[in-house]
């Protein structure tokens, strides 16, 4: 039974909302949103609890806020969540810790961990398993060598662990760089050693196409090894605000057999547990499938799961706090989960069939936003969610006017 059920989530933005919901969903209860300046979509939402953590709070503060909630829920089935690759790190740094205290935890162990979410490694597994992923160079930007790029400009550069990138800020700094030469990507290493990130970057070849190109795949592997939810979608549009780039705005559910087979064997080569989440993208000039990475933890969008007819926290409940054996679950529903005014959704799609499609689901009631929910009744809430829905025509006309055939 999970009527003593307690979701404490780790994080303050969309993400963190869209897990809460899927929570309020299946179990009807409230959720503990832990973060320092969490977004008013959770301060203002009937299901959610804050507990404040102390800006830029360090992994001590953060594990004795966590073990201090635990102590004042005895009794309480506690699972957590987390939903950056900081706090995914973080979970899998402390397991066992976190486990003495109390809490389920849908992560994989760090050693999992630290392999999948290190991209060069990542890239390494993908090979041996023979799935497709683009060429790249890792640069060790403390040692001070620029090595030769085997593929031309324009090119892609990137941490390869993103937790070691979010120790570091400075001016200009973007999550991805789109890189048009070489005297660019060597004016990028001047400013990252330059703000001291001493770590490695990767140098990708551009994969070309446009945000449609993209797919995600949401999984959940659950305690006895087995991929028990597979789910999938075709991105529509990105965010394109420096900070911001890659994550998802608005796609179309859909079920990709191919990609869920090769999701299915690295998940599995690897001995991974909990949730995870890919980033693929299928290349217009040969239609094959490249991986771009896999991130630890569900995933900002994961909500479009819900909303198609599978929720992951469901699968997760049942089989680490009931302990049952669930049988596989996969989404085949197609709804339009997006966080875009329609009309700007439809100026980005410029494939016609495609728009129409997108069109159809906007017309027959498949559209989908996860801030947007029957459950919420503060009016000043949902002003503001209309405002940030809005506020992506200013966003996209800033960073992003007109689609490209290179998504940059």
Not at 193 to 218: C, H, W, Y
Request: hydrophobic share 40%; with cysteine.
């Amino acid at each position: 039974m999970t009527t003593d059920l307690l979701p404490v989530i780790v994080g303050g933005d969309i993400g963190v909302y869209a897990i809460g919901r899927s929570f309020h969903e299946a179990y009807g209860c409230r959720c503990i949103c832990l973060a320092a300046s969490p977004t008013d979509a959770i301060t203002r939402s009937v299901f959610f609890d804050v507990e404040t953590l102390p800006p830029h709070a360090d992994d001590r503060q953060t594990l004795a806020v966590l073990r201090g909630l635990a102590a004042a829920n005895p009794g309480r089935k506690l699972v957590l969540m987390a939903n950056d690759d900081r706090h995914s790190v973080f979970v899998g740094r402390y397991h066992s810790e976190l486990e003495k205290a109390g809490y389920s935890l849908p992560f994989p162990p760090v050693e999992v961990t630290e392999r999948v979410t290190d991209k060069a490694q990542f890239a390494q597994i993908c090979t041996e398993l023979g799935i497709d992923t683009p060429r790249t160079v890792s640069v060790n930007v403390g040692s001070g060598e620029t090595p030769s790029l085997p593929f031309d400009f324009p090119v892609v550069a990137k941490a390869a662990r993103g937790d070691a990138y979010d120790q570091v800020d400075f001016p200009g700094k973007r999550k991805i760089y789109f890189i048009e030469t070489a005297a660019e990507l060597d004016e990028l290493w001047a400013t990252l050693r330059k703000a001291g990130f001493d770590d490695t970057f990767l140098v990708q070849e551009l994969i070309p196409g446009d945000n449609t190109q993209m797919r995600s795949i949401t999984a959940y592997v659950d305690s006895h090894g087995d991929v028990t939810m597979i789910g999938s979608a075709r991105v529509l549009l990105e965010d394109h605000a420096p900070t911001m780039i890659g994550n998802p705005v608005a796609m179309i559910t859909e079920p990709f057999d191919d990609l869920w087979d090769s999701a299915r064997a690295f998940l599995t080569d690897t001995g991974y547990r909990g949730f995870a989440n890919f980033d693929v993208k299928v290349d217009p000039r040969d239609g094959r499938a490249v991986f771009f990475e896999v991130n630890p933890r569900i995933g900002r969008n994961s909500w479009y799961m819900s909303a198609a007819g599978v929720n992951p926290m469901s699968i997760m409940v049942r089989d680490l706090i009931d302990h049952e054996h669930v049988k596989p679950q996969e989404v085949h529903n197609k709804i339009l989960y997006s966080l875009v005014p329609d009309a700007l959704l439809r100026h980005y799609v410029r494939d016609e069939e495609l728009r129409q499609r997108v069109h159809a689901l906007q017309r027959s009631g498949k559209r989908k936003n996860p801030l947007v929910y029957t459950a919420e009744t503060s009016l000043v809430r949902s002003a503001i969610v209309a405002l940030q829905t809005l506020n992506h025509i200013r966003k996209f006309r800033r960073f992003y006017p007109e689609a490209t055939d290179r998504s940059f």
